[in-house]
């Protein structure tokens, strides 16, 4: 069994070869100590007495590697023992049902679109992966196996395999009335820290240069307010403070609200651009349509908010679309892949060669506040960071030098 493990982690690539024999005496050891069989699998409490053995007399590095052995070890046996079950003949069915109830209970929590999407993305993915079960058979093992092959087999990142597991949790916590988010023992995706694309001034000018009309204006505000390329879509009339130069985003991530800073050289443009979409509302109410969407419940408690001038959109699309939770015709604001599209080609335009997208605005408005000395808490707030530790990375593209500390060479 330990040489087919052997090949497996060759195979897989997951772990260095140099290090697959520190991985295979781990397991050895595990099952010598707990007198268990090669081919069962190690419960979590008989695996925790092996690691608290360990601890006595080495390291914790080699703690931690011998725990992640196991769990290698333990999606292994599970992949390979692995049975495909005979068809139910109705598990395809039971599956649409939990899809549905899954909408639902997103819909009822008021989850974004865009979150119910993702859900059910890795819904049916996890549905694929179990093969022919129908969802009561599931327990804990089911998704720490999936979680373990999208780490070791998909080579996913941990925000990815993060995303995966808040998504089957719910389906779990609040479809099958099942608690089982203590039992999962998966191997855990690998991170890697990646330092953000971060573009010059100068960079930025180019690209504004090559970009004209409504995506120059979002383009130009999402860098001088620090906004996800969603909060720039989302921001309505009334979000705009032209005389406090400020922006209220509103529904951020975490569905928090905050407040960030209103270029000043941006007014014109707003004013002008706030005047021109004026007829776009003045048409859809004088066609008797139905307003724009409302986030949570304030649709039911206003219901003739929507029609609003002030809740309308800051970027309101061309064109009508239908709502895909109600199926009302109403006009939502501009969609994401718009904007992306003009930005990559203002880049390509340019000449600039960083993989630059929409969002490396926003890591440059940090970047060079930073850069211009500004305290860090003011940027995480104006950023809308829950964490201190989340905006520090800026500290590391910042291209000058805020430590003060130059090099010996330049002593010489």
């Known amino acids: 069994m330990f040489d087919r493990f052997h090949d497996y982690l060759l195979n897989t690539g997951h772990i260095g070869e140099k290090y697959i024999p520190y991985y295979l005496k781990w397991v050895s050891d ?3 100590f707990l007198n268990e069989p090669v081919e069962k699998i190690i419960l979590y409490d008989r695996k925790l007495q092996f690691l608290k053995h360990l601890s006595k007399n080495h ?3 080699q703690v931690k590697q011998a725990d992640y052995a196991l769990r290698l070890y333990n999606f292994f046996i599970s992949h390979t ?17 939990i899809e549905e109830e899954t909408r639902k209970a997103l819909r009822l929590r008021h989850r974004s679109y865009h979150t119910e999407k993702t859900y059910i993305m890795w819904l049916r993915n996890f549905c694929r992966f179990v093969g022919q079960k129908i969802p009561e058979e599931l327990d804990g093992k089911h998704l720490q196996d999936f979680l373990s092959h999208l780490a070791v087999e998909k080579k996913v990142s941990p925000s990815t395999q993060n995303q995966a597991l808040n998504a089957i949790l719910f389906v779990y916590r609040h479809v099958l009335n099942k608690d089982i988010e203590n039992l999962i023992d998966a191997v855990r995706a690998k991170h890697k820290r990646r330092l953000p694309v971060v573009l010059t001034v100068k960079e930025i000018e180019q690209i504004f240069d090559s970009m004209s009309g409504v995506h120059r204006l979002m383009a130009m505000l999402t860098y001088g307010c620090g906004l996800r390329v969603s909060e720039c879509l989302r921001l309505r009339i009334k979000d705009i403070d032209l005389e406090q130069n400020i922006v209220v985003v509103r529904d951020g991530k975490g569905e ?5 800073v209103l270029p000043e050289s941006l007014k014109d443009d707003l004013i002008h651009h706030i005047t021109s979409i004026r007829s ?3 048409q859809d109410r004088a066609q008797g349509l139905s307003g724009v969407y409302l986030p949570g419940a304030l649709e039911r408690k206003y219901p003739n908010a929507g029609k609003e001038w002030g809740w309308f959109w800051l970027f309101p699309a061309k064109s009508l679309s239908v709502d895909p939770h109600t199926l009302v015709v109403r006009r939502h604001h501009i969609h994401p892949a718009s904007l992306q599209r003009a930005f990559k080609d203002a880049v390509r335009e340019a000449g600039i060669t960083k993989h630059a997208s929409v969002h490396a605005l926003r890591h440059s408005f940090a970047t060079h506040l930073l850069e211009k000395g500004y305290d860090i808490r003011t940027i995480q707030e104006l950023l809308g960071h829950k964490f201190l530790h989340t905006t520090m990375i800026y500290t590391h593209v910042a291209t000058k030098n805020i430590l003060g500390v130059r090099s010996p060479l330049d002593k010489m």
């Open 280 to 282: 776009l509302y003045d």
């Open 59 to 61: 390291e914790d590095w």
């Open 256 to 260: 928090n609200d905050r407040r960030t």
């Open 81 to 97: 023992v692995k049975e495909i079950p005979e068809g139910s003949g109705n598990f395809e069915e039971e599956w649409k049902i």
């Open 30 to 32: 595990c099952y010598s």
